[in-house]
């Protein structure tokens, strides 16, 4: 029956993400690619397409790509992608090497989405065996979240957009996913390569070595270990093989060596593609620093534009410290209260991020969107579901709107798309918490379940 | 009381020495002769082919080098001369100009128009003669001093976002160059008053006599430009010290409320004017202290050809001559007053005709006698000022308060066309043309994105632009400046470049005022460095030369200045700081608190409130108890 069911999902599975492949083609010769590489919704000043061109042409001039402040990504993007920003094919739409890169990096991290997401859902089943919780939950139901994530992933409009739009976030996300995918299956070079890539890509990335050290160290996501020790201490059987593995700092500091050894690779590349223009030093100023300092006020999804384009100047510093402070205040509760479930940590922090980051784009939403697919089993019983979702497709709806208005008609003013942000922001303030705390009462009910308290007919 | 007084006597005695050595030094540069200070002023008047009358006004002071005559002038403006001395400027150009030249009908290939047509608001470059690393200081310095000295807002423009160090398009090519404009600038006679106080006789006598404040800013266009060259550093031979050219160019309408009446009735018949009429004054009497005061009327080379005079062909006899009746009772205007010289220029290489220069001398004239010339037209002339070699304008492309690209157009004009039969002879003929922009930093430009059209075709960038040199526009630290040589054919009828950008948004403290008015693109120069505008008048005596010329003389590429450009940029709204500043901390601490919550929640506590509450109806023994066992069991689980 299983096996059925299954053959009948992966046959729809690779039909719809050949549809989806289709319909990106699709977009991808249009006029202009329908001039989304210029929407802010999808272009940041770190992710825009024609910055890199930029970039690229002054670096083909022989000056430094970070001469003006164009450019502030890194200078391998610039050597990678750079040729496919002039390179064109007769005949053709002007940016379609491009266009098919970020396309070829989708359906990758799609891939790689699935397979990690199949491994967490065995990891999920195998837990549930091991407490035998395998008849109460009745796992014949479950859904194939590696499957349905890569869906997620793949045919998510932001996914689409961002892909469509030129910009590089197809990129940052593939460095993340296969960050997690390599701590998944315990690939450590490759997870040392991810991370290393996603921190270099942008900066927010580098929380994600808690939840990978979790990984490598304990395993994938499984309820807490205390579950585990009351089941035996029930059945008075101490079956250490059933037991989750303690954790380990074998494959901890093998990861940190390969992180090291990594890290000093690519700082040498890019030492040597900037050799005569500045520098590393010039580098981290305008990329990191850019991040951090949020010199630049254009419009964004974010919040942080329209707040420093406002906030008196002897406030500025201030702010600045108590608006990233607060992405790292919240990792270490995080890390304690969910150090059992590493995936769904990194999915946390990866949703904290895009929503606090200076310069957050669709192309981040949709990346934690993907990755929340992997909990769908889990998340059964998230409230406010269907008030997320309708707000997703109000805001991204409403959002284009208020900036018509404000900057091609002039009709309208600041306020109207800066309240837009804010319910967006808004919006993923309540993903996260509720997220948060549907997982955390997932693994109350698990507990329930075990010691058989009355209470499981109320959750 | 002795002992008290004798460093005042021995200051006394320092002071009447240095006084002397600065008699002796005087007394000697006296003697010289040669070395003396020297002022003179020029006034050259040129009607203009739209009934418009042109007013070039030409000061110029010269100081001979400062060691020779130590410590004052009796001439030379001081502050000009202190200013040279404290900041070591090698060369300096300010000018402040209201409305624009108008290059199509007041010609644009004469020394008067590449040299005098500036762009609107202020314009300051400087040489300075310092190591490198002064330079931006010793520009801070003078952008300050002189916004002092001519009550003008030049101080804006130390700040390094607004000024910049042009490599080699610019014509004083040298590295030490700054360049700085203020488009939005507004010229008043606030500037012109610390202007004419620079000058010996300031506006009383003579010449200046006639800067009669409402008839000036009344006119068209307006522009006062103060030039210093000081050559301290004697490496060359000439030691000239330092030459001050002050110049005032303005263009009236004269008479203009006859030139209505008229207008149905003789259209094409010019206005005739005199100086009284135009300026409401006459000069009288002259500048005691200048060495030459003169009026010069000019006819240009356009007009001339249409005029015929009936001897055309024996000028060199009547510039020798200066005798020839033709020259000023001509069939078609009579001036009032006989010209004392008349000078011809010698044959140009670009135009056929040659244009007609009379020279009156106003030290003749007297107060009971005042000096006032006047045209007067008989006949209707119509004729056209020679153009520069490709009109240059520059518009904005795009819409909406995002992005958009500003476009630099040249189109060919009469003079091509001329300049391409004469050297169609040999196929490869091409045409140089320099541009020089600059762009603030809130207009930012994508410079991959520069596109070349020829004839309205797009064409590759790399068969048309010989030389690009760009630095780009760092945010609020620098603007953005692109110097582009481009090589294009002679047969050319447009070209024009292409730009792309994105409109920056800046900080609520960072728009002026009156933000929604916009911002202001400096204009772009364009320069062509194969023409040289210059003018040779035949002379008998070339010693006693009159500066004005003499500058005429000087062989100055033919440039022109494009159209500033107004930038409307968005703008966020100012009523709301605080508001926004509370609603986005709220949200902070929404997320903050909420996600806090859900963390620390303890789902055994809750359980145990609610046993609690239905302990309360049973009695407090049992609850007791059961919270001991719940103790027990939990710290039993801990321990494993």
Known sequence: MEKVKKKIGSFSFWN???????????????????????????????????????????????????????????????????????????????????????????????????????????????????????????????????????????????????????????????????????????????????????????????????????????????????????????????????????????????????????????????????????????????????????????????????????????????????????????????????????????????????????????????????????????????????????????????????????????????????????????????????????????????????????????? | MVLLQRPHILLLLIDTHQFLQCWIAFGSANEEGQQQEEFSEELLVKPLPDHKLLAHFHFQSSAPPSTSNGCHHHLFPKAISQLVQKFRVKEMELSFTQGRWNYESWGGFDPISSSNAKPPGVELWAVFDVPQHHIDASWKNLTHTLSGLFCASINFLESTATYSTPEWSFPPASGNVRYGTLPCEAVCTENLTPWLKLLPCRDKAAIALLLDRPSLYRGFYHSQRLHLTSTESSSEGIDSGIILEQTLTVVLQPNSERAIEVHASEKHVQPSWSLSSIFGKQVSGRCVLAKSSSVYLLLDRGLVAELKFPNKENGKSAANGLTSENFWSNPSFELSVNPDRIFLEESSSHSKSLSILYMFQVEKYSESEPFDIGLMWKVPVAWLCQQTPLHASRFFMGSGNERGAIAISLKSTQFTEGFMSANSKDGSCELRVDVFQVVPWYVKVYFHSLRVFVDQQPRAVSDFIEKIHVSPSKDKMSPGVMEVVLKLPCRVNTAALTIEFDKGFLRIDEYPPDANQGFDIPSAIISFPNFHASMVFLEDDSLNRSPLLSKFQEKCPVMSYTEVLLVPLTTPDFSMPYNVITIKCTVFALYFGSLLNVLQRRVAEEERFLKAKAAKKTGRLPLLLSKLSAKLRGSGINQD
């Open chain 1, 16 to 459: 719809w993400v050949t549809a989806s492949i289709i319909f990106r083609l699709i977009l991808i010769y249009f006029p202009k690619n329908l001039n989304l590489s210029s929407r802010p919704e999808v272009s940041t000043p770190l992710t825009s397409f024609r910055r890199l061109a930029e970039g690229y042409w002054l670096k083909q001039s022989f000056m430094s790509p970070y001469a003006g402040s164009m450019y502030h990504g890194s200078p391998l993007l610039l050597s990678l992608l750079g040729p496919l920003t002039i390179n064109r094919i007769e005949g053709q739409p002007n940016h379609l090497l491009y266009s098919l890169v970020s396309v070829i990096a989708d359906v990758v991290s799609a891939m790689l989405i699935r397979a990690t997401g199949q491994n967490l859902r065995l990891a999920y089943l195998r837990s549930l065996e091991s407490l035998d919780l395998v008849k109460q939950i009745e796992v014949s139901e479950f859904l194939f979240s590696g499957d349905i994530a890569a869906l997620i992933y793949l045919c998510n409009p932001f996914t689409i957009v961002a892909c469509v739009g030129l910009s590089t976030s197809p990129i940052e996300n593939m460095a993340v996913i296969l960050c997690l995918y390599g701590a998944c299956s315990r690939l450590i070079p490759l997870a040392a390569f991810g991370w290393v890539i996603a921190t270099h890509l942008s900066l927010y990335s580098a929380i994600l070595i808690i939840p990978v050290i979790f990984l490598l160290g304990c395993g994938p996501d499984s309820p807490p270990r205390k579950l585990f020790l009351q089941r035996h201490q029930q059945k008075e059987v101490l079956n250490q093989s059933k037991l989750p593995p303690r954790f380990s700092w074998g494959p901890v500091i093998h990861f940190a060596f390969w992180a090291f050894l990594w890290s000093v690779y690519v700082l040498v590349l890019c030492g040597i593609s900037l050799k005569q223009f500045g520098g590393l030093w010039e580098m981290f100023k305008s990329t990191y620093g850019f991040i951090l300092t949020v010199e630049d006020l254009s419009p964004n999804i974010g919040v942080l534009w329209y707040f420093f384009a406002e906030v008196f100047e002897f406030f500025r510093n201030f702010f600045l410290i108590v608006f990233h402070v607060n992405i790292l205040f919240m990792i270490l509760p995080l890390a304690i209260r969910l150090r059992h479930r590493p995936c769904y940590l990194a999915f946390v922090y990866v949703a904290i991020c895009s929503m606090l980051k200076s310069y957050p784009s669709v192309g981040d939403s949709a990346l934690y969107l993907g990755l929340l697919g992997w909990f769908v089993n889990e998340l059964a019983d998230m409230q406010f579901s269907l008030f997320l979702f309708c707000g997703y497709v109000g805001v991204s709806l409403l959002s284009p709107v208020m900036h018509n208005l404000w900057i091609w008609r002039g009709t309208g003013n600041a306020n109207f798309y800066f309240a837009t942000a804010m319910v967006y922001a808004c919006l993923q303030i309540v993903l996260v918490v509720e997220g948060v705390s549907a997982m955390l009462n997932h693994d109350r009910k698990l507990r329930n379940l075990i010691t058989g308290k009355p209470q499981d007919a109320k959750s």
